[in-house]
């Protein structure tokens, strides 16, 4: 009788926390296996699946979460785009190819690239160790190893779970449990702190905004002097009468 008490007053305490809404990004390096972990989470068929260009976004429930996902791009001409998104995200996922040894370095760069940005430092982070279904792929410690990664998320104060994983091995209610117990810690941690959170979220999608309008009334200026200047009559007469040295060149030698 007490067991079922218990059970009922945990699932009335669960039903009466409000939806929450949260958004994550997804990165990594290019051919990591991004797209496949989330086309597995949303019960898709993870094989056979094109590389991301720029992102593509999806949203899920999770419980008492709705979900929003940034799956970025994660080509080096690509990554430049992943801070636009740092401010409200409440955690990343980070996608590590654990079959790809000689990649492991380059990793290691764009992981401190992330966690080092000021909009992500003192987030949760969830490290996804994936392709562990092939030959020669790294295991957890030795991933950890490469990384650096103890080291890494305790300078930058982030929270961090490591999940050994394999995306393609299944979808759907299928997919791989290390992956959905990934996803359940990342919001479980998010939900422990989540108006802390929320709070800063706020504030850098703010600043983040009033930074990109800046950028683009700065961009909208210097096209404006642009076209001043090349519609400038000055410059027009210049081009009409003033003939380049080599149609000077070309006329002499006609009259000679």
Request: net charge negative; hydrophobic share 35%.
């Amino acid at each position: 009788m007490f067991s079922l008490m218990a059970n009922c007053c945990s699932w009335l305490k669960q039903w009466q926390e409000p939806v929450r809404k949260v958004t994550l990004v997804m990165v990594g390096l290019d051919n990591a296996g991004k797209t496949a972990t989330v086309k597995g989470i949303q019960g898709e068929s993870p094989e056979d699946v094109a590389p991301t260009v720029g992102f593509s976004k999806i949203d899920l429930k999770q419980g008492r979460f709705e979900v929003t996902i940034f799956d970025l791009g994660g080509g080096k001409r690509i990554r430049g785009i992943w801070k636009n998104y740092y401010a409200e995200s409440y955690g990343v996922i980070f996608v590590v190819d654990s079959s790809d040894v000689e990649r492991m370095e380059e990793t290691k760069e764009t992981m401190i690239e992330v966690l080092r940005h000021p909009r992500i430092s003192g987030k949760p982070v969830l490290v996804l160790a994936n392709k562990q279904d092939r030959e020669g792929a790294l295991a957890e410690a030795d991933v950890i190893e490469c990384l650096s990664l103890e080291k890494l998320v305790n300078e930058h104060k982030c929270l961090c779970q490591i999940e050994p994983c394999s995306a393609v091995m299944g979808c759907g209610k299928k997919i791989d449990k290390s992956i959905k117990k990934g996803l359940y810690w990342l919001l479980h941690i998010i939900a422990k702190d989540f108006d802390a959170l929320n709070e800063r979220i706020q504030k850098d999608t703010i600043e983040q905004k009033a930074y990109e309008e800046q950028e683009k009334q700065e961009r909208a200026e210097r096209v404006r002097k642009i076209r001043e200047e090349s519609s400038s009559p000055c410059d027009f007469f210049a081009v009409v009468f003033n003939p380049s040295p080599t149609s000077e060149r070309s006329e002499g030698e006609g009259r000679s």
